[in-house]
Each structure stands twice: as structure tokens, then as C-alpha cells.
């Protein structure tokens, strides 16, 4: 495996990072202490250091795990954690983007992971309520106090993180250096506003459910649905056509469809290291396998078309020729763009 600058950051990272919200069986389904640790030997042999888990996740199972098993090599490893979610339900402020919430979170995590430091942590959704503000001075904090090393967000709009990168830069306070998000084949409506975002900042992605739940390895066209409802969008006409074309392709490329659609995300011209879960070791090893494909570009223009989506205003508006030519004078074929 080889590895990538995460951000604007010297910090080394695996292409793909092993996604371990299915580390512990708390939530009926995912794997045991044995089977996850297998699953993060197979991944640490390939050369994979990066590592994806949050403080809410099989109710604090996946952090135990995770830190038990770094514990006897703990910089080798690079790992992210998150704070918003709630671990309790008595305490009001046991949740959310607040100040208060993020430093008991943190704390807790610090101690289910046996470690002093975060390597990277994010502020995992966000809660429209709390002062961006806040949580940028608040996270800064946590960087000076040698707790966090890196702060990173998730699932929150695009001009709220324009904010806190712009807050950050005039107040001399640690920016983020990544963004997490949905993003996919069957989820590209992050190319609107949050991946432009991100480019603009230098953030690297982190795209969560690259497979769509397993969409896109074609399971659901055979009638494997598991536990989706029927009125999925994983399952409308339009993702079984792009789950259709993914299959169609890997066919010709004798591939599994999975490389296909997790190489897709790592071919769309901006920093991208996609979260591959897994509770079997077979499942990491076949996402792993996917590094060794380059999508050729007839393919990839295949892909882009079937899943394109509607950018709306301003974006469709901007593609317009009518706008192009008086914007640029005629010139906007000629300019080389940044």
C-alpha cells in the first residue's frame, strides 16, 4: 500500500482507511475482539495505517478494541476518532458540537483507547445549534493541550466549514485538514458544494459507504437485500442501473464490481482516501486487492455519465455556453485552469 499527505499536513496516511463501526457485536451484527483483530492484522500487514472509528460506535466497543490492539505499537498508527454522539442519555450536554461535550467525549475516548493522543478527530455531525466558533477554539485547545493532534469534520455543510477555515486562518487557531462524507457512485450530490469546498481548503476526503451499503458490489441486484427497506434509495431505479453498469464494467475488466466503485472515488481528481469497512477478514482483503486497478478513462466517462446528477443553480449555470462566453469574453476554452 502506499500512502498520501491527509490535507494540508505532513501527516502520512494509507490509501484506504479501514472503516470499524462493525468492530463489537453491541448492535446485533458486526465482528467479535478476534475476528476485528484479524481483520486489523490483514489491513496493518498490507501496510495500512490509518484507522476510522468514533466514540458512539458499538457503544464504545470499537474504540476498546481498537485500542487494545495498537497499544504495543501506538505511533505506527494513525488513528481518528469522533465526538458529537451521544453515549448516555441522562446528561443534555452528553451530546452535540458543544465545548462541554467535546472535551468529556474526548476524555472518554482517550481512556477506551489507551492512549494520551488523538491522532485525528472529528467533529462528526453537525448539531445546528452550537457557534462555529466554539467548537474551532475549542478543538485548538485540544491541539495545544497535546491531547489532539489533527482536527478533521463530518457531515456538515459546506459554508459552515468555510467559516471555521476562515475563522481559524484570522485567529491563528489549527484548521481542519479533512472532511468526511457520504460519496459514492449512487451519492455524488457532495460534488455541489462540499467536494469543491474541500479542493478550495485542501482538505482530503474521507467518503463514507463508498459501496453504498453493498449496492455496489451488485448484491442487490441478485436479491440480497438484507436489511434495507424496499423503499431504499439504494434500491430505486436509478441505483440499479448505476449498480448494473459497475457490474457490467468489472465484468470486462475481470474485476470484482467493489475495486470498481471504490478506484471511482479514488479517480475523481481531489485527495480521497475512502473508509473501507469490514467484519470478515476475506472482505478487507478483496478491498485491499482494488489498489492494484487504474479504471481506464473510456470506463471512468462510462461511470461519470450513468451517475450524473443535476449540479442546480449556481453550478448548471455556470456550464452554460450563453454564461461561459460573456463571463470569459470567448477566452474559456483557452484559459488554463487552476
Known amino acids: 500500500m ?24 453491541e448492535w446485533g451484527w458486526g465482528a467479535d475482539k478476534q475476528t476485528s483483530f484479524a481483520i486489523l492484522d490483514t489491513f496493518a500487514k498490507a ?25 504495543p505499537n501506538r505511533d505506527h498508527f494513525v488513528v481518528a476518532t469522533k465526538y458529537t454522539l451521544h453515549d448516555n442519555q441522562t446528561n443534555v450536554n452528553a451530546s452535540g458540537n458543544n465545548r462541554k461535550n467535546m472535551m468529556r467525549s474526548v476524555e472518554q475516548s ?16 453537525w448539531d445546528n445549534l452550537t457557534p462555529i466558533d466554539e467548537v474551532m477554539r475549542g478543538m485548538d485547545d485540544l491541539i495545544k493541550q497535546g491531547k489532539v493532534t489533527y482536527i478533521a469534520i463530518s457531515d456538515t455543510p459546506a459554508w459552515i466549514i468555510s467559516k471555521g477555515q476562515t475563522l481559524a486562518e484570522c ?32 482538505l482530503t476526503v474521507t467518503p463514507w459507504a463508498p459501496l453504498a451499503g453493498g449496492a455496489l458490489t451488485g448484491k442487490y441486484l441478485v436479491g440480497d437485500k438484507g436489511r434495507l427497506p424496499e423503499t431504499s434509495k439504494r434500491l430505486n431505479e436509478r441505483s440499479t442501473r448505476i449498480a448494473q453498469q459497475v ?20 479517480q475523481q481528481g481531489f485527495s480521497c482516501v475512502p473508509i473501507i469497512g469490514a467484519t470478515r477478514v476475506d472482505q478487507i482483503t478483496q478491498n485491499i486487492n482494488s489498489l492494484a486497478l487504474t479504471i481506464p478513462e473510456k470506463f471512468l466517462e462510462e461511470l461519470n455519465e450513468v451517475s450524473a446528477i443535476e449540479l442546480g443553480f449556481p453550478g448548471d449555470f455556470f456550464m452554460e455556453d450563453g454564461v461561459r462566453n460573456v463571463t470569459y469574453g470567448g477566452f474559456y476554452d483557452r484559459i488554463i485552469k487552476p
Open 247 to 266: 457490474v457490467d464494467i468489472a465484468k470486462q475488466l475481470d474485476v470484482p464490481p467493489a475495486h470498481v466503485a471504490l478506484r471511482w472515488t479514488m
Open 47 to 71: 501496510g495500512g495505517n490509518f484507522i476510522d472509528t468514533a466514540n458512539r460506535y458499538t457503544e464504545g466497543s470499537s474504540e476498546l478494541i481498537i485500542g487494545e490492539y495498537i497499544k
Open 110 to 125: 482517550l481512556k477506551r483507547l489507551q492512549t494520551d493522543f488523538i491522532d485525528i478527530l472529528y467533529l462528526h455531525i
Open 2 to 25: 502506499k500512502y498520501t499527505l491527509f490535507g494540508k499536513s505532513g501527516l502520512k496516511v494509507s490509501e484506504l482507511c479501514l472503516g470499524t463501526m462493525g468492530f463489537g457485536t
Open 171 to 202: 485567529m491563528g487557531w489549527n484548521p481542519f485538514i479533512g472532511l468526511q462524507i457520504e460519496y459514492s457512485l449512487l451519492q455524488r450530490t457532495p460534488e455541489r458544494d462540499l467536494i469543491p469546498m474541500a479542493k478550495h481548503y485542501g
